[in-house]
Each structure stands twice: as structure tokens, then as C-alpha cells.
């Protein structure tokens, strides 16, 4: 441990804390503009300049240990004119636009402009003329919007693996841009969304839907219903006060009428479904023989991606079954459409994501449009779905708690745990270990802990009656390449397979920290949403997909069976090899 003081309060902490960080848990607050918690410091903005008693130098504080003894002053007038300078300094390089930015409201730099009473341009302004790149359908980028903290390329390159985003040009002439200058539709972007997360303005935001879905809803001719993502209901409360984690599931059902949709799904009972499809398959694959051993799981589509770009030679691994999203869509527009009377042509279905790369999914290959029309016709983020409810005067506190429409809106725990890393996984064994075996886990043994938290890889060995299943689970895209390559090891010197299943999720916490959450994520958030689902899995009586009552019905009146002929033409997808 180090000692030192802090404005003039002692301070112990473990060796090679930032004084930053040992600021803070001292309750002291050093401004930053381009150190975030998930990635290392860059040193880049300037901010978190501190004094040190008998330094002449002023180090940024983000990037200095705390040594003993030291003596640091992270306050005074002098820091504050030199703060406030440098952001005067990044304004002169920032357009005026706070009012038509996405931003607006809850941007790091707008904010500190205004703690720092910066009131004026103290200097001569110059903005670049550099197009917004909106090439790619998920993300917008708005280049001059950009204050080069790094913190995209960053978490692009070292917790996504994917090198989309580059820092180019050096000195005064950096700027952030798509690797070799190309746009952003030409890039190996994976549209996961977690540059716009770590922005602290405008630069990167999700491409704004929320004039498309008021359009669809103000149509007479359109029968507009809409779904849910898992991970939405304990992040949406966020932007409306709530503390993350807290649950609001019959709230958001109650706003979505209110705002227009006739019927209210919940991609929970979809959820429900790929758990049929996908442990059936996994079942075939383990117990029977039938395909290629791991099975990976495939319903992120920032993952479905990656691997088309990056991990062809494991197209066969991936599980066919579609998405939540896209199984909610197609059961929409024909099961639902069927039952009550309602014109498929007219049905537009909206979904309500965590993630920005679900914009993408939509459109993805042929088979998303199973029903014979586009299934999901648009997708929005949790924060546009803020914007709608906002928009449409509701007082979300005063909103009464209803249910969501039968057919399509029953759900178990197993549905809800998906929105969080591991979740896909639990959810799969509860019922293939019932597939196998005809009996459910015990209730203690259905919460599979192993699986579960924000390691970046997680491992497990769940025993099904003898028969020994070896999982692991991988979030963040820079883990994944860690597990598949210790499945190519082992193919290549023909030995076992470490695993038989695998989940991925390409943002780190899975949907829960998706790229379309509420500004502000963290492990402490990450953790919290994380809570609210595995508490309602504990809360809810029925915590197996195959018990879902909806569900035993839609494969009885409707589909057959899991993998059955009609299951495999509307629920399953193909892959670019
Ligand atoms: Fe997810 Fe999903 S759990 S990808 O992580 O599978 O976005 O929340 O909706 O589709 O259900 C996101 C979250 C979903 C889907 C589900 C899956
Ligand atoms: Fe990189 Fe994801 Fe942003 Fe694309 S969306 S640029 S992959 S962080």
C-alpha cells in the first residue's frame, strides 16, 4: 500500500493507483474528458492536470501512480483557469450544435463547459468540413464532433478485436477516422455500438429511427405492434432516474400503448423459443451425433458478424436458429397476424433493443424475411425508446403496471436472463438438460453460478446424467478469439474439443451493456442490470423455456415441433461462409 495526502486528507491505496483513481475513492472528483474506467489512460485531453508539492510539473492525473509521500492538490483556481482553457481550446476546434446533437443533455463535454462557466468562443474557431459518415445504418459519425480522446479506438481495437476505428495523422492533424480512411460501411465495423457507449459527445450515436416508427404509428393503414429486448427492462429506468438494475417490465408495456402499438411482445417469450430451437439442436449435435461439435450460439448479430469477417472456418458451429428478435418478428406476422385476423402486408413490427447492430440484423440475409415481408420492420435503442416516451408526454413514474399481449408475451426466467452474459447459455442447459434427460435441474441446480458474472471468460462443466457437457461463455469480441482458438488447437492436433457449446456476446456484460443502453456504463452498472434479470429469473415461478405455456401452445397450434420442417423454414437462418 501507498501513502500519501490528498488535498491535505490521508490517502492508502494499493501500489500503481492513478491518483485519479485514488481521488476518487477519496471522494474527490478530477475531471476527465477521455479516461473511462473500461479502458486504460490515454493521457489525451488534458483535464485531469493535479499539482504535486515540490514539482514544478503538473502530470495529468489519469496516468500517474501515486507514489508515497506525495503531496497532491487536485483543486484550486490556478487548475481551474488551466481547465477551463483547455476546454475553451477543444471548443475552438467543436461546432455550437448542443441543440440538434444526440447528445444534448447528457454529453461529457457540454457538461463540463458548463460547470466551467465557459460563456464564451475565447478563441477563433475553426471546424473542418468532413461529411457525417451514416453508411452503415446502425452508427452515425460525425467527425467534427470528435475531441480525439481515443476512447472509441480504443475499445474498437483492444475490447472488440476489431480495428475499424483508427487514431490518423499525428499532432494538431490527428483525427479519428475508419482504419485507411474509408467509410464506415466499407470497414470491418461490426456495428456493436460500443464506440457510441464510450463517446463522450456526439462524435459516434445510433442512427435515429424514432421519425420512422411515429411515421409507421401515425399510418391508419399500418397495425403497428412492437417487442421488447431482455436487457431494456432493468436499463431503461435509467433515463428517467431510476437506479440501474431496477425493474420495469409492466411500465414499458403500459408506454408502449400509450405511444400507439396495438399489441405489446416480449422478446423474452421469443427468447423462450431459441431456447427450443437451439438446445433441440445442441441436443441433436451432442446426443445424437448430428453436426459439428461446439455448438456456438448466434443471436448476437455484432458476433454473427465478427464471425463472417473473422471466423468463417466456425460457420458450421453456429447454432441456425435465429435471433429473439427475428423469431418475435416472423411469429408476428404469421402466427400472431393468423390468430387475429390481421393483414400480414399492414403488420409493421418495431423492436426495442439494447444494441445498435440489431438495426442490422433486420436486414441481414433472406431468411429475415420468412413471414414473406421484412419481420422487424425497425429497430430502436433503448435511449430512442426514451425519446419516444418523452415525446409523447408520458409521466413514466405515474404509469399504471400492465401485461403484455398473450400469444406472443408470456415469458420464463430463462427469457429474461439472456439480456446477461451467460444468460443464453443457463437458459440452454435448463432445457437441454430436460431434453435429455426428461426432468427438470433441481431449482437450486437450474442457477448455474459458473456461467454467470463479468469474468471475460467463463467456463463450466454441467453434468447430465453422466454425461459430461463443457461450456464456456466469452463477451467482449477480444475473449472470443481466446476460446475459439482453443478450439482450433485442439482440431488441428486432433484432440478432444474443449467445449461442446459456446456463447458469445460481442459487448462486454452482454446485452445489458449493449451499445444502446443509457450513457454511462461501467462494471458497477453492467453489474446492477445484471442483478435485476437474475432476480426476476428467482422471482418468477416458471424459469424453464420448455414449461412457457405460450410456448407448448405455439408449437402445438402452429409449428409442430422444434426443428420441425415449418420451425426450420420460419425460425433458422444461414451464414456467409
Ligand atoms: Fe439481446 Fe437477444 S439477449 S441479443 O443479448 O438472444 O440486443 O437484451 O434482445 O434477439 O432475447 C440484444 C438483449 C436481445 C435477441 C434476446 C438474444
Ligand atoms: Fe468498432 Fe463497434 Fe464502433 Fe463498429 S460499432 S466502429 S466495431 S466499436
Redesign the pocket.
Known sequence: LVQAKINGIPVEVPEGTSILDAARQTGIKIPSLCKHEDLLPSAACGMCVVKIAGSPKMPRACAMPIQEGMEITTHDGELTEIRRTVLELILSNHPNSCLTCGRNGNCELQTLAGEFSVRRDRFEKYIPEIPIDNSNGSITIDFTKCIKCGRCVYVCQEIQDVWALSLLERGISTRMAPAGDISLADSPCIKCGQCAAHCPTGAIVENDETATVWEALQNPDKYCTVQI????RVALGEEFGYPPGTNLTKRIYAALRRVGFKAVFD??F??DL?IMEEASEFVERFAHGKGSLPLI?S???AWTDYMEKYHHDFVDNFSTAK??????GVMAKTYFSEKMGVDPATHYQV?I???T??KY?LERTGEMFASGYQDVDVTLTTRELACLIKQSGLVFDELPEEEADSLLGEYTGA?TI??ATG??MEAALRTGYFLVTGENLSPDAMSIHPVRGLEGVKEAEIDIKGAKVRVAVAHGMANVSKVLERVRRARERGEEIPYHFIEV?ACPG???G?G?QPYGISDAVRQKRMEGLYQEDQDISIRCSHDNPEIKRIYTDFLGAPLSEKSEKLLHTKYKA
Open positions: 429486448a431482455p436487457s431494456v422478446t423474452n421469443s427468447a431459441t450460439t443471436c448476437c448479430p435471433s429473439p428478435q427475428q423469431m418475435l423492436s433493443m439494447p444494441c447492430a440489431k440484423e427469457g439472456f439480456g444468460g443464453v456476446m452482454g446485452c445489458v449493449g444502446g
